[in-house]
């Protein structure tokens, strides 16, 4: 009994870890998008990744980064970045400041637009309660308030801070919260990716 019990849940388990892999090789981040805008006649590329944080003291929850690069006619090349951090509910608001950390050089990033928004959810907690005939009843057993500060950040990076990225061993973004230093160190994989944009004509 106890053997069959265990193959069961190692087939649960084998089975989660095949849809997760699924879910994970379908999903939009740390591709390259191609497309031709033919409003403003370039050819654009985009590259989107996340970034998950680990550090409890850290504010930060999430983070999302999209790099677009474009090319016009004349072959000029410019790259924006568009970032997106969800903090906790009790951060200070960000500093408009983003830093690119290249090989521990710093590379002050001028910042176009910073837009601010506070997320409110409230979800319902419940509990199952037997009654007299035996029967279970889900009742409402109170509320939870999850809040969010997102911020949105836009600048473009230069073409020849990019050059250093393409040479680069180590990159990290940084942000700063009230008495909070938030650093983003991308995954090996998407600087890969980010070094792939760069060479694609």
């Avoid at 870890?17 to 403003?40: G, K, P, Q």
């Avoid at 999430?62 to 903090?87: M, P």
């Avoid at 837009?115 to 907690?125: A, G, P, Q, Y």
């Avoid at 990159?171 to 995954?187: A, D, E, N, Q």
Wanted: hydrophobic share 35%.
């Amino acid at each position: 009994m106890k053997t069959l019990l265990r193959r069961e849940v190692a087939s649960r388990i084998s089975g989660l870890t095949l849809v997760c892999a699924v879910f994970w090789s379908c999903s939009t981040a740390n591709r390259i998008y191609t497309e031709h805008d033919i409003v403003y006649s370039t050819a654009r590329f985009e590259l989107k990744y996340h970034f998950r944080d680990r550090d409890r003291r850290s504010p930060l929850y999430f983070f999302t980064q999209s790099i677009v690069k474009e090319i016009n006619q004349g072959n000029d090349v410019s790259y924006n970045a568009y970032d997106v951090l969800s903090l906790s509910g009790s951060s200070f608001r960000m500093d408009e400041k983003v830093i690119l950390v290249i090989d521990n050089k710093a590379y002050p990033m001028n910042v176009d637009r910073m837009e601010l928004e506070n997320v409110r959810s409230i979800s319902e907690n419940t509990a199952d309660i037997l009654t007299a005939d035996s029967t279970s009843v889900s009742v409402i057993t109170g509320y939870s308030e999850n809040n969010r500060k997102i911020t949105r950040f836009r600048y473009n990076i230069p073409a020849t801070v990019m050059g250093i990225i393409k040479e680069s061993d180590q990159i990290f973004l940084r942000y700063y919260s009230g008495p909070s230093m938030i650093t983003v160190k991308p995954k090996k994989n998407s600087i890969k990716k980010i070094k792939e944009l760069i060479d694609i004509t």
